[in-house]
């Protein structure tokens, strides 16, 4: 009996921190956000994150890309010439990149590149006391570090996500019509057919929820670096570091799920 | 006097550690204060609670009269334009240059001209002897001169209050000496109230009004730096008489032969 109590309070006391970090997360969110928009706005800063988690992101991304849409080229062909219809490879790839994997890879790759780097300098600022010394300045931190980030996520995705879906489609056409020889007319006429507006704009739409859950998971994992409870100074950002990581990619791949469940 | 900040009653813990024990304090408006004390007795964690940085367990912090747990919005906001802050390990920001660094306030607070800007920096890094390192990054600077790139963010927006966290640890006897000069020299010329943490002693009675002596959670002196001496606590005397005194009063230090 006294198992299944301790069982029981074990589980309501981790819902409980569950519910209270999903309210803090997105109090945390929304200021940040409602400071994107208050004067004067912080242009030059949102192109420098711009660059910083967009453009150093764009070789990554389309390398990625390329070997996603050149093994989905060979997996679909083999798969598709056994029913004599691998004129579909064309579909069959531009479908798949476009609503899944363009905007979930894409999302991966930018939490291993830039999502862990701004859990990690946040999480050093604060345990060196820069966050500390912004307030101290009368300088709003939330305004000064996240608001840029969080903006420059929100551009930075969708545009990631475009990349992707082409440079993964180039890939496909690679194995498939350069490779194994399939006929280009019918791997472009297969697209046409198929993939229609809903699709891509499902995926761009997928691609800003992710850029909101990337960017504010990571932002927060390293701005409360100082309250964790299992590590402090470098260890503690170190575990903030990995924390925004893990938690970033699963939430990522639990609201694809819940998004393409809306879409269909 | 008037009492800029009190402290009334003020108690803070860290889990089961108690740090500051119903402490209470007067500042007073355009006097430089000194809390003195051991090492890691809660003398940051009273500057912290000036600034808001920290709340109280229990107890009232008043500035010029208020509440400071009841201030917010606007209000908040100009109190905290009052304030300065030199922190313990500087808090530079390491991905600025140190002309970034002590421009910071400026640009991103008063939001000054660039051509202002560039001339209030240069005016107190030729006092302080910055101007060579202006585009050094704090990484690649001595820990002496983090000390003066911090004490120059701290001066440079003219503030009212100024909270001195250790400015002189780390930096050579002529320059703790310039410090310390500049720190009293700037306060006649402007007026500002000033609360130092520090153990340098006896150089901070030289410029100090007043001081206060942090021990155990409880202020066990706080009155003139002519009268410490005058102080019985055993804790206070041991602070206040370095061992190099003992050895030349003809005692040896614990241990030696």
Not at chain 1, 96 to 103: A, Q
Not at chain 1, 244 to 249: D, F, G, K, W, Y
Not at chain 2, 58 to 82: T, Y
Not at chain 2, 109 to 124: A, C, G, M, Q, Y
Request: proline share 4%.
């Amino acid at each position: 009996m006294k198992l299944i109590t301790t069982f029981f309070l074990f589980l309501g006391d981790r819902f409980i921190t569950f519910i209270f970090e999903l309210g803090h997360i997105t109090v945390f969110f929304t200021s940040s956000c409602i400071r994107l928009f208050q004067y004067p706005f912080q242009f030059q800063k949102l192109v420098h994150q711009i660059y910083f988690i967009g453009v150093k992101s764009i070789s990554v991304v389309c390398l990625t890309a390329l070997f996603t849409g050149m093994v989905l080229g060979l997996q679909g062909y083999y798969t598709l010439v056994q029913f004599g219809s691998e004129g579909l490879l064309g579909s069959a790839v531009a479908v798949s990149l476009i609503r899944e994997l363009g905007p979930v890879l894409t999302a991966i790759m930018i939490i291993g590149r830039a999502g862990s780097s701004m859990a990690a300098e946040m999480g050093i600022m604060r345990i060196s006391d820069q966050i500390d010394a912004l307030t101290t300045m009368d300088i709003h931190p939330k305004r000064f570090l996240i608001s840029p980030k969080i903006g420059a996520s929100l551009v930075s995705f969708p545009l990631l996500t475009a990349i992707f879906d082409v440079v993964g489609i180039c890939g496909g056409y690679l194995s498939g019509v350069v490779l194994l020889g399939i006929n280009p007319a019918l791997y472009i006429k297969g697209m046409e057919k198929t993939v229609v507006m809903n699709d891509v704009t499902g995926g761009f739409a997928k691609s800003l929820v992710f850029a909101v859950i990337v960017s504010t998971i990571c932002l927060y994992q390293g701005y409360y670096t100082h309250r964790r409870a299992d590590g402090f100074g470098a260890k503690g950002v170190s575990l903030s570091t990995t924390a925004a990581v893990v938690i970033s990619c699963v939430t990522v791949l639990i609201a694809d799920y819940v998004l393409t469940s809306f879409l269909l | 006097m008037n009492p800029l900040i009190q402290f009334k009653n003020v108690s803070k813990s860290f889990g089961s550690q108690k740090v500051l024990d119903r402490i209470d304090l007067e500042f007073e408006k355009g006097r430089i204060t000194a809390i003195i004390g051991k090492s890691g007795v809660g003398k940051s964690v009273m500057l912290k609670h000036m600034i808001g940085l920290l709340k109280p367990d229990n107890g009232v912090i008043f500035l010029d009269g208020m509440d400071i747990s009841e201030i917010s919005g606007k209000k908040a906001q100009s109190l905290r334009q009052k304030f300065s802050y030199m922190f313990q390990n500087m808090a530079l920001f390491d991905s600025m240059t140190v002309f970034d660094n002590i421009a910071l306030p400026l640009r991103e607070r008063d939001r000054l001209k660039k051509s202002v800007i560039k001339t209030k920096v240069n005016d107190i890094s030729q006092k302080l002897e910055l101007e060579d390192i202006w585009h050094k990054y704090p990484s690649q600077i001595s820990g002496g001169m983090k000390k003066r790139v911090a004490l120059a963010r701290a001066l440079i927006t003219d503030p009212e209050i100024i909270l001195f966290d250790e400015p002189t640890t780390g930096l050579d006897p002529i320059r703790k000496h310039a410090v310390f000069e500049m720190i009293s020299q700037n306060q006649k010329l402007f007026n500002y109230t000033a609360v130092i943490v520090t153990h340098e002693i006896p150089d901070i009675f030289y410029i100090a009004h007043q001081i206060a002596f942090l021990d155990d959670s409880r202020i066990l002196y706080n009155g003139r730096p002519e009268g410490i001496k005058q102080c019985t606590n055993p804790t206070v005397q041991r602070f206040i008489e370095p061992p190099y005194m003992e050895r030349t009063s003809g005692h040896t230090l614990p241990g030696s032969a």
